[in-house]
């Protein structure tokens, strides 16, 4: 249970966030993305550098590769984030879908389970057709998909906060781990 709050609650949250900052939420979040790319692989190549003397050569100049690429690839994204921005809304209509399903077999579990949740359709089922219809037509506007996607997120965080106190009172120990 305690799984499924918490990425409800974190979910909601990363919605309210695009609904608020509409135009300026997708630049800011491939910015994001581009310093969770350089900031790891710094370290990491920092870290390298300094275990040089301990450490295999072959391993060393394979992650000192990886990491130049992910270095270079995490300052494009900090640079030119609107590049970016039409796979992005993809990736995250993308990930709405796959959430929404995953939302529809909690709902067929505790329905199975407890004989009473059907009326819990509705969410997942307007969340998938609406990231479909994202992932086939992309907006011509960033921030108009940044806020459907915004909206869909905070109702798929309140509905899968929803489910897990739903089936926090089921018997099956299966459905509050997920």
Do not use: W
């Amino acid at each position: 249970m305690i799984n499924g709050l918490l990425r409800g609650i974190l979910v909601a949250l990363v919605g309210v966030l695009l609904i608020s900052l509409g135009d300026s939420a997708m630049p800011f979040l491939v910015r994001v993305l581009g310093a969770v790319f350089f900031l790891p692989a710094t370290i990491s190549l920092v870290n390298l550098y300094m275990a040089r003397k301990r450490t295999a050569l072959f391993p060393l100049y394979m992650m000192s590769v990886i990491n130049m690429g992910s270095i270079v690839f995490g300052v494009l994204l900090m640079l030119h984030p609107v590049a970016f921005l039409e796979f992005i809304v993809i990736v995250l209509a993308l990930a709405l879908l796959c959430f929404s399903l995953f939302q529809l077999f909690l709902v067929f579990s505790l329905y199975a389970s407890q004989r009473r949740g059907l009326g819990l359709l509705v969410m997942p089922l307007l969340l998938a057709v609406v990231s479909v219809v994202v992932l086939f037509n992309p907006f011509d506007v960033i921030s108009t998909a940044t806020v459907v996607i915004g909206i869909c997120l905070a109702v798929s965080g309140v509905s899968d906060i929803v489910i897990s106190v739903l089936s926090r009172r089921s018997s099956s120990t299966d459905l509050q781990d997920m």
